[in-house]
C-alpha cells in the first residue's frame, strides 16, 4: 500500500479540461473523463489530469473509495488516434505515457470502473487497471488495436490475460472483436452487471459500502489481491498472513471485534 501523508490533504479546487471531478457524501471521489466529442479518447493530457485527480482523492484523507468513469453514453475509445498518428516510437519512449496507467494501479484506494458504452484499447486497459468493474447491459469491450496496425500497450496483453486467460485474450486481442457486457462477465471481465440506467447508481452504492469498512482493512485487502497477480502463490499468501496480522494490531480491528460483540455497526477511523 502507497505510504501517504495524511496532513498533506490538498483541499484547494483544481481545474481541468478534459475530466471532471466531484465528491458524493464526503467520502467517494468521482472523476468522469469528459471528451465527449471524441468519444473520451485518452489523449496524453487527459490521462495526466486523471492522474493528477486520483492523487488528490488519495491524498484527501476524507474519500475512501474512487469511481473513474465516462459518463452514461460511453466510457472509453481507447488512446487518441489522432494524437498516436503523429507519435513517433521515440515521442511515446521520451513521454512516458503508458507509465499513467501503472502509476493508476498504484492508488492504495479501491476504484471502481463505472462503464456505460464503449470501453475499446485505452479504455479497457484503463477499467481493468481499477479494481471493480461495474457496466451496463449494453457496455460493448474489446481490443480493437490490431485494426489499426498496433497492439494493446497499456497491460491489455498483461492484465486481461490473468483476468480472463490465454485463449480469451488471444481470441480478443489478435481478432480485435468488441464483445457485450453479457460475454464479457463470462469470461471473468467484470465484477457486475446493471441497466444501463442503473451503473452510476450502483456504482455509488457500492463505493459507500465499501467506503463503511476500514479503509485499513480494504487498503491492505487491495494491496494483497493485487499482488497476487505478480507473486508467486507461496509468497502471495506470506504476504497476506504478515497483512492479517498487521490489521490485527489496528485501532479499526478493535472497533470492528467490539461492534461485532455488541450488536451495534462498526465506526470505523482508519487507525
Ligand atoms: N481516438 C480519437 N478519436 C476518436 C477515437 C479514438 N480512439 N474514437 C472515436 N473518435 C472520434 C471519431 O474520430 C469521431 O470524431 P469526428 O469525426 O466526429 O471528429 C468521433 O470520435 C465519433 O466517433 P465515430 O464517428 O467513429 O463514432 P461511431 O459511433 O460511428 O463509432 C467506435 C464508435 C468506438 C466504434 C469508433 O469510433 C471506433 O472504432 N473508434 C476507435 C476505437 C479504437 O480503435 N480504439 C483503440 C485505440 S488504440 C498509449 C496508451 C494506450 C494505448 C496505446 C498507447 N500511450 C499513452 C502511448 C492503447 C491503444 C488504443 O487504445
Do not use: H, W
Amino acid at each position: 500500500m502507497r505510504r501517504i501523508n495524511m496532513e498533506s490533504q490538498i483541499e484547494e479546487p483544481k481545474k481541468y479540461e478534459n475530466i471532471l471531478i466531484e465528491k458524493y457524501e464526503s467520502v467517494v471521489g468521482i472523476a468522469k473523463l469528459n471528451r465527449p466529442n471524441s468519444l473520451n479518447a485518452l489523449s496524453a493530457a487527459l490521462m495526466k489530469e486523471l492522474l493528477d485527480a486520483l492523487n488528490r482523492f488519495e491524498a484527501d484523507e476524507n474519500i475512501r473509495c474512487i469511481i473513474v468513469t465516462g459518463g452514461e453514453k460511453i466510457f472509453s475509445a481507447g488512446a487518441d488516434i489522432k494524437e498516436m498518428m503523429k507519435m513517433s516510437s521515440i515521442d511515446a519512449l521520451k513521454a512516458g505515457n503508458l507509465d499513467y496507467f501503472d502509476q493508476i494501479q498504484k492508488v492504495s484506494k479501491p476504484i471502481i470502473a463505472a462503464i456505460s458504452g464503449y470501453c475499446l484499447g485505452g479504455g479497457l486497459e484503463l477499467a481493468m487497471a481499477c479494481d471493480i468493474l461495474i457496466a451496463g447491459e449494453n457496455a460493448r469491450f474489446g481490443q480493437p488495436e490490431i485494426n489499426i496496425g498496433v497492439m494493446p500497450g497499456a497491460g491489455g496483453t498483461q492484465r486481461l490475460t490473468r483476468a480472463v486467460g490465454k485463449y480469451k485474450a488471444m481470441d480478443l486481442i489478435l481478432t480485435g472483436r468488441q464483445i457485450s457486457s453479457k460475454e464479457a462477465f463470462e469470461i471473468g471481465l467484470l465484477s457486475r452487471i446493471v441497466p444501463d440506467e442503473s451503473v452510476m447508481i450502483e456504482a455509488k452504492r457500492v463505493a459507500l459500502e465499501i467506503a463503511a469498512k476500514s479503509p485499513l482493512a480494504s487498503g491492505v485487502a487491495k494491496d494483497c489481491v493485487t499482488k497476487a497477480f505478480e507473486m508467486t502463490l507461496k509468497d502471495g499468501l506470506e504476504f497476506e498472513r504478515k497483512n492479517f496480522y498487521l490489521l490485527l494490531g489496528s485501532e479499526d480491528k478493535e472497533e470492528g471485534m467490539k461492534a461485532f460483540a455488541e450488536k451495534r455497526k462498526a465506526v470505523f477511523k482508519g487507525k
